[in-house]
Structures are given as structure tokens and as C-alpha cells.
Nanobody, 125 residues
Framework: QVQLVESGGGLVQAGGSLRLSCAASGRTFDNYAVGWFRQAPGKEREFVAS????????YYRGSAKGRFTISRDNAKNTVYLQMNSLKPEDAAVYYC??????????????????WGQGTQVTVSS
């Protein structure tokens, strides 16, 4: 069983940056894909970015391309989401997720079997 703990959320002005971190414990970080999702009040949880174990392939939602970067440090069992040029519409609770039995990335929340508790990102205009 893997446990995920996010950190790094907070309040930032539009145009600013934040780096979210997700630390994994309970199992090694090897051989599984990780992802970031977000959920704003009254909206469905949506995919933000994912990072495969196989080949290190990354995927992003369209609005995140060019602004967000997902990366992982396997030695530290940590995955990051660097968010630049933040917009008010990026405000949400951000969740880290892992496919602990699959090394391939996915856009679908139901493909992930481990989730963190979330970290709030607020962007002021």
C-alpha cells in the first residue's frame, strides 16, 4: 500500500508560480505511473498531468501545456508539479495519484488506485 502526501499549495497572484510536491511512502516509487488531478468547487475532478514509468512519457491537459511541468525524483519517492503563469481558472484542490500496478500514464482518474488528500491552490486576479 502506498501513501501519498501533497504539499506546496497556497495563494498566488495571477501570473505567479507554485510548485506542488507529492511524497510517496509505504512502497518504492518504482514501476508505476503518477499523475496530478484537480477539482474546483462544483466541478468534476479533472486530469492535469501524468508521468509514466515506462520511458518517462508525460501528458498534460491542453490548458496546462507550456505552463505546467510534471517531474519525478525516484530516489526521493516524490513527484512534482511546477505551475507557472497561473490563472484564476487554475484554482482548485490539486490531488496527486498513482497507478501502483501499472507503469503507463493515463488521463482517467479511475485508473489510479492511490490518492493523496489534496492541496489547495488559490489564484487571485
Amino acid at each position: 500500500q502506498v501513501q501519498l502526501v501533497e504539499s506546496g499549495g497556497g495563494l498566488v497572484q495571477a501570473g505567479g508560480s507554485l510548485r506542488l510536491s507529492c511524497a510517496a511512502s509505504g512502497r518504492t516509487f518504482d514501476n508505476y505511473a503518477v499523475g496530478w488531478f484537480r477539482q474546483a468547487p462544483g466541478k468534476e475532478r479533472e486530469f492535469v498531468a501524468s508521468h509514466a514509468w515506462i520511458g518517462g512519457t508525460t501528458y498534460y491537459r491542453g490548458s496546462a501545456k507550456g505552463r505546467f511541468t510534471i517531474s519525478r525524483d525516484n530516489a526521493k519517492n516524490t513527484v512534482y508539479l511546477q505551475m507557472n503563469s497561473l490563472k484564476p481558472e487554475d484554482a482548485a484542490v490539486y490531488y496527486c495519484a498513482a497507478r501502483t500496478y501499472n507503469p503507463y500514464a493515463s488521463y482517467n482518474a479511475w485508473d489510479y488506485d492511490a490518492w493523496g488528500q489534496g492541496t489547495q491552490v488559490t489564484v487571485s486576479s
